[in-house]
């Protein structure tokens, strides 16, 4: 007879409040204290019953903390499942390649399903709390579509972001060409985001990269706008101006040799992989066809007939 009567009312709808109730079990929860929550989110159910329910199935130590969506018409036995089962709600949010760690910040802070713990946070105190010791955050993270657990911390996707990164770099590392000049693997994220700010065009990466890999090993100055434009940081209005090339800064690399000393957004992992195994050329030199590609030049006498051919017009 109880167990006709706890059959029949485990499957039968509960009363919701809303169409769909929405909540979230931290980690640590018992079952009535989640029952609780629920209760609170707008689900009408028997909290005796429901654990009478859950010892009989011996699932009373099983709840899985999480964040849940209950739709209206469900039964507790559909309930105590997906408690059990894990059956989350998820978020989604693309973090995108070629941009800093502050837009990446903005992006964070904008996505309704994420618990802003960073807000207020400076890059320094960023970085301590995810116990990162860099200068700066930019190419320390993995650029990727990211699904989480509504509700779940932003400063925890940014670690997970972090140590994403660090595990693909540390295996593209291990694979590298022969005879790189980069003496670490932080080198290679620095050129890596150069490569991904200088072009969009995948096919064109391994060239880029072979050209600043060509100029790193003669000594050249690498001579490219992003590092500038990084390091004027707010004070960049659109235009690059010839004072500004001339300007000294650790990010200009029109007048100081070598690379920057750090990355200068978020590189992808093509944009790596191109840093790591550039082509095959002995190019110097490159300028932007205007279709999204580039021309690539072995000396400057072609350089300049390149330059005058795709930016000035000229035959």
Do not use: C
């Not at 029952?35 to 707008?42: H, M, R, S």
């Not at 209950?70 to 039964?75: D, E, F, P, V, W």
């Not at 301590?128 to 925890?156: H, M, N, P, V, W």
């Not at 095959?280 to 580039?294: E, K, N, P």
């Amino acid at each position: 007879m109880i167990a006709g009567s706890l059959y029949r009312w485990a499957t039968h709808p509960v009363a919701t409040a809303e169409t769909a109730a929405d909540f979230r079990i931290p980690a640590g929860t018992g079952l009535r204290s989640a029952l609780g929550l629920i209760n609170d989110a707008g689900v009408r159910i028997n909290p005796n019953l429901m654990v009478l329910l859950a010892k009989v199935m011996r699932a009373e130590t099983t709840i899985k903390a999480g964040s849940y969506s209950i739709q209206r018409g469900a039964t507790p036995w559909e309930i105590l499942a997906k408690l059990t089962r894990g059956q989350f709600t998820q978020g989604e949010l693309t973090l995108v390649e070629g941009l800093t760690l502050r837009q990446w910040r903005e992006k964070l802070a904008a996505h309704p399903d994420l618990a802003q713990e960073s807000q207020g946070l400076s890059e320094a105190e960023l970085l301590s709390r995810l116990g990162i010791d860099a200068r700066r955050g930019e190419g320390l993270f993995l650029a990727d579509t990211y699904l989480f657990d509504k509700q779940s911390s932003d400063l925890d996707l940014l670690a997970r972001a972090y140590r994403a990164m660090h595990r693909r770099l540390a295996a593209e590392w291990e694979q590298r060409a022969p005879g790189l000049p980069l003496k670490s693997p932080y080198e290679a994220l620095i050129l890596a985001s150069i490569v991904e700010k200088e072009t969009g065009r995948l096919a064109d990466r391994p060239l880029i990269a072979a050209v600043f890999i060509n100029r790193l090993r003669s000594g050249m100055l690498l001579q490219t706008d992003p590092t500038v434009i990084y390091g004027l940081g707010d004070r960049f209005d659109g235009n690059l101006r010839k004072k500004d090339l001339l300007a000294d800064s650790p990010y200009n690399t029109y007048v100081r040799p070598g690379l920057p000393p750090t990355p200068i957004a978020m590189p992808s992992l093509a944009s790596l992989q191109a840093t790591l195994h550039p082509a095959a050329s002995d190019a110097l030199y490159f300028v932007a066809r205007g279709d999204g590609s580039s021309q690539f030049s072995r000396t400057l006498e072609e350089h300049n007939r390149a330059v005058n051919r795709y930016q000035r017009g000229g035959k």
